[in-house]
């Protein structure tokens, strides 16, 4: 039954937001603030539901470090 094993460790990751770990074609991507690599890219928005402000999530596809800035409007 080995479909079994592969449909719940789907189900397990599910849990946590995926994460990219290659730089989509076109990327700019900033130095890492941890591993230094030029693989720091902005990835999700969502807006603060306390300050309202928008807050962009970057990500490292090297490291898989987040790390949110506020976003310009
Ligand atoms: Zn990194």
Known sequence: MAW???LSSAA???K???LPSQLPPGAKPERCPRC???AFIPWTL???DRT???MRTWVCT???ITQ???EPE
Request: a positive charge; charged letters at 40%; proline letters at 8%.
């Open 16 to 18: 946590v937001p995926w």
């Open 52 to 54: 309202k402000a928008v």
């Open 46 to 48: 969502r807006r603060d």
């Open 68 to 70: 949110e800035r506020p």
């Open 36 to 38: 230094g690599k030029r």
């Open 4 to 6: 079994a094993a592969v």
């Open 62 to 64: 090297e490291c898989q």
């Open 12 to 14: 397990m990751t599910a």
